[in-house]
């Protein structure tokens, strides 16, 4: 039943305008780990004013909800965090805990499937910018209380899963000139970085993503 349901959403052969028209009032969840990583790959650094604007496309904006990782002794990345509070984000901040590896992690994928669900009544379409798999769930949980949900993601790191219970699926690839930071859209001067265990050599390949 999933399957057929999933088949009949993503083939309606519904034009985009169409689409948009029908998405009602918009809520977005964005696991910044996971959206960091996509960016990485793609080449790219993004510009959350950008982000946020392609994400809502001209519809009524509920919320925007951004869940990360947090060092509470990195200055940097709380004057980030305060950035994006004052610029039409919800930031979900957790500790990162330290793993026997010596990595750190946080994972967030409790508070966005919560979150989710505790608001539905309060938005008509999702909008998950993540490719996790174990929020695969709580995506089809919401569809079937009436909420539409769109995927954002990259499609080399999103979740078969994932996918077959979205409305909509959308690959980041296919966006990233519209979300992307230029020379002149530097609106702060931290680069968000997830920090859960990036390698030396990993730092230094995303400091060196082009601006």
Not at 115 to 133: K, Q, W
Request: aromatic content about 8%.
């Amino acid at each position: 039943m999933l399957n057929h349901r999933n088949a009949l959403s993503h083939d309606t052969g519904f034009t985009s305008e169409q689409v948009l028209e029908n998405r009602g009032r918009v809520a977005i969840f964005i696991d910044g780990s996971n959206l960091f990583y996509a960016a990485l790959q793609l080449g790219i650094e993004i510009d959350y004013t950008k982000l946020l604007c392609r994400l809502t496309a001209g519809s009524r904006l509920f919320r925007a909800f951004f869940y990360t990782g947090v060092d509470r002794t990195n200055e940097k990345q709380q004057g980030f965090l305060l950035w994006m509070r004052r610029n039409g984000y919800r930031v979900i901040a957790k500790d990162l805990v330290q793993l026997p590896d010596g990595s750190k992690k946080a994972n967030l994928d409790v508070e966005i499937a919560v979150d989710m669900m505790a608001l539905v009544g309060c938005y008509d379409t999702a909008i998950l910018v993540s490719g996790d798999g174990d929020l695969a769930y709580a995506v089809d949980a919401a569809s079937y209380r009436g909420v539409r949900v769109e995927v954002v993601s990259l499609r080399s790191m999103t979740s078969d899963s994932l996918i077959n219970v979205s409305d909509r699926y959308i690959d980041l690839d296919t966006v990233k000139d519209d979300i992307k930071k230029t020379p002149r859209s530097h609106s702060n001067g931290y680069t968000y970085r997830p920090l859960t265990g990036l390698s030396l050599m990993e730092e230094e390949a995303a400091s060196e993503q082009p601006g």
